[in-house]
């Protein structure tokens, strides 16, 4: 089985961000970056499907040299070879989903797995559809908000996680893209021998298609910090038309009840 992970290398969680001069985007010049965090879910759900059923994982990243870094971390974590979407400016931040989508088509049908994983979202922009419009242009059947996943002979059976502590499992057919749930398994860490080994291995780089440059579908106009804004208001009165107060206010100018 031949399982192909989709991996976006994102600006590390634990860093303050700031809009660049034309607050276009984020300013990266000063940021480091790591492999977003449903994604490494994903990478750790592939690695044991390889070990549970055999065959080879290939994962696959888009963006600019740096995300390079990335994918040898996925070779070291126990990924075979990593391939290397080259890609610079507005297609390389991922802001639109439509556009990763197409590069990552090019690659999936290159390599025709019986799998594609994703990450459910990513942590930058967050939109969850990547995974979806890969699906739709490959015209395979997916499904999100994987939990656990089940190879069979010729079809996958996964459980997705519902709202409310519910859950549903589907039986879909083989080759499939499955975009998977952030704490489905415990993340593994690249031991000293896999980062040996991953020095190794292949990544091998490959040019967009050609109707990757053309307009993206999302454009991002703009970036603006939240506005903070505190009111403390003292509500007088017995503590019975203290509450009576709390009540109303939290009806009509909150709205929460």
Same mark, same amino acid.
């Given at each position: 089985?031949?399982?192909?992970?989709?991996?976006?290398?994102?600006?590390?969680?634990?860093?303050?961000?700031?809009?660049?001069?034309?607050?276009?985007?984020?300013?990266?010049?000063?940021?480091?970056?790591?492999?977003?965090?449903?994604?490494?879910?994903?990478?750790?759900?592939?690695?044991?499907l390889?070990?549970?059923?055999?065959?080879?994982?290939?994962?696959?990243?888009?963006?600019?040299?740096?995300?390079?870094?990335? +994918? /040898?971390? @996925?070779?070291?974590? !126990?990924?075979? =070879? #990593?391939?290397?979407?080259?890609?610079?400016?507005? $297609?390389a931040?991922?802001t639109?989903?439509?556009v990763?989508?197409?590069?990552?088509?090019?690659?999936?049908?290159?390599?025709?797995?019986q799998?594609v994983?994703?990450?459910?979202?990513?942590?930058?922009?967050?939109?969850?559809?990547?995974?979806?419009?890969?699906?739709?242009?490959?015209?395979?059947?997916?499904?999100?908000?994987?939990?656990?996943?089940?190879?069979?002979?010729?079809?996958?059976?996964v459980?997705?996680?519902?709202?409310?502590?519910?859950?549903q499992?589907?039986?879909?057919?083989?080759?499939?893209?499955?975009?998977?749930?952030?704490?489905?398994?415990? +993340? /593994?860490? @690249?031991?000293?021998? !896999?980062?040996k =080994? #991953?020095k190794?291995?292949?990544?091998?780089?490959? $040019?967009?298609?050609?109707?990757?440059?053309?307009?993206?579908?999302?454009?991002?106009?703009?970036?603006a910090?939240?506005?903070?804004?505190?009111?403390?208001?003292?509500?007088?009165?017995?503590?019975?038309?203290?509450?009576?107060?709390?009540?109303?206010?939290?009806?009509?100018?909150?709205?929460?009840?």
């Amino acid at each position: 089985m031949k399982i192909l992970v989709a991996l976006k290398q994102v600006p590390a969680r634990d860093l303050t961000v700031e809009a660049d001069g034309a607050r276009a985007w984020i300013d990266e010049s000063a940021l480091s970056h790591e492999i977003n965090e449903p994604d490494a879910y994903a990478l750790e759900a592939a690695l044991q499907l390889k070990e549970s059923s055999g065959g080879e994982v290939v994962a696959v990243s888009a963006g600019p040299a740096r995300v390079q870094t990335a +994918l /040898r971390e @996925a070779l070291a974590k !126990g990924a075979d =070879r #990593a391939i290397h979407i080259a890609v610079e400016g507005e $297609a390389a931040r991922g802001t639109d989903p439509s556009v990763t989508a197409m590069l990552l088509e090019a690659a999936v049908r290159g390599e025709q797995p019986q799998l594609v994983l994703t990450g459910l979202q990513s942590e930058d922009t967050g939109s969850g559809q990547t995974g979806v419009i890969l699906a739709s242009r490959l015209g395979w059947p997916h499904a999100t908000l994987v939990v656990a996943i089940e190879p069979g002979p010729d079809s996958v059976r996964v459980k997705r996680e519902l709202e409310a502590g519910w859950f549903q499992y589907v039986t879909i057919p083989w080759p499939a893209v499955l975009a998977v749930q952030s704490g489905i398994s415990r +993340l /593994r860490y @690249a031991t000293l021998m !896999g980062i040996k =080994r #991953a020095k190794t291995k292949e990544i091998r780089s490959v $040019a967009p298609p050609p109707e990757a440059a053309a307009q993206p579908n999302i454009r991002l106009k703009g970036l603006a910090e939240p506005r903070r804004l505190r009111q403390t208001q003292f509500l007088a009165g017995s503590p019975a038309e203290q509450a009576a107060q709390l009540v109303e206010k939290l009806r009509f100018e909150a709205r929460v009840l």
